[in-house]
C-alpha cells in the first residue's frame, strides 16, 4: 500500500553533512507522523528524531543541535539535515512514518524502509 525509499547515505568525514531523504509513495492521504531511526553494528534500533503532522519535532538528545528533521508534505517525504557528523553517528539509518490512506480505504499505514548506510570516518 506504501513504499518508504530512503537515500542520501554513505561516507564522510567527521564534521562533515549530509542530508537523508526518505520518499513516500502509494495512497497516502496525509502523513501522522514520520522519523527517523539509526541501527549501529551490536545495538538497537534508536530513535533519532520523529516529526508530526503539526510540525512538532523530537530529537534524541545525542544530536540535539547537529541534526534537522523536516518535510516535504505535498512531496510525501522527510529529511535529516545531519551536521558536525561523528564516528558515533555511524549506523544504518531507517525511515519510519504512519500515513492515513486515502478514501475509501482510510485506514492507517505504518511502516519501515529499507535503510540507508551512513558512516563517518575519516
Known amino acids: 500500500q506504501v513504499q518508504l525509499v530512503e537515500s542520501g547515505g554513505g561516507l564522510v568525514q567527521p564534521g562533515g553533512s549530509l542530508r537523508l531523504s526518505c520518499a513516500a509513495s502509494?495512497?497516502?492521504?496525509?502523513?501522522?507522523?514520520m522519523g527517523w531511526y539509526r541501527q549501529a553494528p551490536g545495538a538497537q534500533r534508536e530513535l533519532v528524531a520523529s516529526?508530526?503532522?503539526?510540525?512538532?519535532?523530537n530529537y534524541a538528545d545525542s544530536v540535539k543541535g547537529r541534526f534537522t528533521i523536516s518535510t516535504d508534505n505535498a512531496k510525501n517525504t522527510v529529511y535529516l539535515q545531519m551536521n558536525s557528523l561523528k564516528p558515533e553517528d555511524t549506523a544504518v539509518y531507517y525511515c519510519?512514518?504512519?500515513?492515513?490512506?486515502?478514501?475509501?480505504?482510510?485506514?492507517?499505514?505504518w511502516g519501515w524502509g529499507p535503510g540507508t548506510q551512513v558512516t563517518v570516518s575519516s
Open positions: 519510519n512514518a504512519e500515513f492515513l490512506l486515502s478514501p475509501p480505504d482510510g485506514s492507517t499505514w
Open positions: 502509494g495512497r497516502i492521504f496525509r502523513f501522522n507522523d
Open positions: 516529526i508530526t503532522s503539526d510540525g512538532s519535532t
